[in-house]
């Protein structure tokens, strides 16, 4: 049982190129997120999927899409990358049978971008 | 919009003893859950500890328990008997229910704790 993993651990993109971060659950979870991590900063919510084939916008969107391909999987994808997306993305998944459910986080994703 | 506030940036602690982090928030719900989450340095998030907002009483899980004072807004993190694999950095998170299936995390800036020997 691996929880939530994600690929890859670190990638170096340049300004304009186009990458996609995987992320998968193992534990039969409903809900996905992706949240990205800023240098003094807590986690901000890019996008989070309450349930397969469903896919909602959170806090800071912008530059990003997400495709919830399976109940498993859910991947970010940055279509042009820019500086400003230099930062650290966690994937994470929760059961949503009730409110309150804890979330599970990946060990996450080290991006930069020059 | 929710906000979570933690005034310390960063706290020290001498092995074995106690320190407690401070997390405040802002919301006008009633119910809410409150959690405090633990990143060390190899950045996995990591659960430490978990409130509802309708119990009173406070939680505790082994060494690490929390301070709840709904009215004050106050939700703050006590360890006890500190240990060296305590250093890390410490969130304080709020989630809401956003009224359909979906519950949303609101993180604070973070803590950064560290343990001497």
């Known amino acids: 049982n691996a929880g939530v993993t994600q690929t890859p651990k670190f990638q170096v993109l340049k300004t304009g190129q186009s990458m996609t971060l995987q992320c998968a659950q193992d534990m039969n979870h409903n809900s996905m997120y992706w949240y990205r991590q800023d240098p003094g900063m807590g986690l901000r919510l890019i996008y989070y999927?309450?349930?397969?084939?469903?896919?909602d916008k959170g806090e800071v969107p912008n530059g990003y899409n997400v495709s919830r391909l399976n109940k498993r999987e859910f991947s970010l994808r940055l279509e042009s990358a820019a500086p400003s997306q230099t930062s650290v993305y966690f994937c994470?998944?929760?059961?949503?049978?009730?409110?309150?459910?804890?979330?599970?986080f990946g060990p996450g994703t080290r991006l930069l971008v020059l | 919009a929710q906000t979570v506030t933690q005034s310390q940036p960063e706290m020290s602690v001498q092995e074995a003893e106690t320190v407690t982090l401070s997390c405040t928030y802002d919301t006008s719900e009633n119910n809410y859950y409150l959690f405090w989450y633990k990143q060390p340095p190899s950045r996995q998030m990591i659960l430490v500890i978990r409130?509802?907002?309708?119990?009173?009483q406070n939680a505790t899980e082994n060494r690490f328990s929390v301070n709840f004072q709904k009215a004050a807004k106050s939700f703050s993190l006590k360890i006890s008997d500190s240990q060296l694999g305590d250093t890390a950095m410490y969130f304080c998170?709020?989630?809401?229910?956003?009224?359909?299936?979906?519950?949303?995390?609101?993180f604070g800036k973070g803590t950064l704790l560290t343990v001497n020997p």
């Open positions: 999927s309450a349930s397969e084939g469903t896919t």
């Open positions: 994470a998944s929760s059961a949503d049978d009730s409110w309150g459910e804890t979330q599970y």
């Open positions: 409130q509802e907002a309708y119990k009173q």
């Open positions: 998170a709020f989630m809401k229910d956003s009224g359909g299936s979906n519950y949303k995390l609101t």
